[in-house]
């Protein structure tokens, strides 16, 4: 079976960092392209952040843009996402997504594979 599965998500301090982690069971994410999306409180499907299968990066949102680093590790068939100087904007339900291809893309919806989601909440 397919699956993904984030992890790492919680309560963040504002101004800290955040470290999430998609892995991968049932496939290899060698010749996919993976993206981090977020849903905020009453907003749509976001995408934050993707890197491709040759490993090229793409950041989504200005607002994310220096604050985000998204690295994959082929041989733990897991994908990372680091965000640092959160601020209650960036609470939302974060979700890893995969498709087979070498390009990434802002649209949700070219992704075939999803995970359930981490909630993360960024309050003092």
């Known amino acids: 079976q397919l699956q993904l599965v984030e992890s790492g998500g919680g309560l963040v301090q504002p101004g800290g960092p955040l470290r999430l982690s998609c892995a991968a069971s049932?496939?290899?994410?060698?010749?996919?392209?993976i993206g981090w999306f977020r849903q905020g409180p009453g907003k749509g499907r976001d995408g934050v952040s993707c890197?491709?299968?040759?490993?090229?990066?793409?950041n989504f949102f200005d607002s994310v843009k220096g604050r985000v680093t998204i690295s994959r590790d082929n041989d733990k068939n897991t994908v990372y996402l680091r965000m640092n100087s959160l601020t209650p904007e960036d609470t939302a339900v974060y979700y890893c997504?995969?498709?087979?291809?070498?390009?990434?893309?802002?649209?949700?919806?070219?992704?075939?594979?999803w995970g359930q989601g981490t909630q993360v909440t960024v309050s003092s």
């Open positions: 997504a995969a498709v087979r291809s070498l390009y990434c893309s802002p649209s949700s919806l070219r992704y075939d594979y």
């Open positions: 049932g496939f290899t994410l060698d010749y996919f392209a």
């Open positions: 890197i491709s299968s040759g490993g090229g990066r793409t």
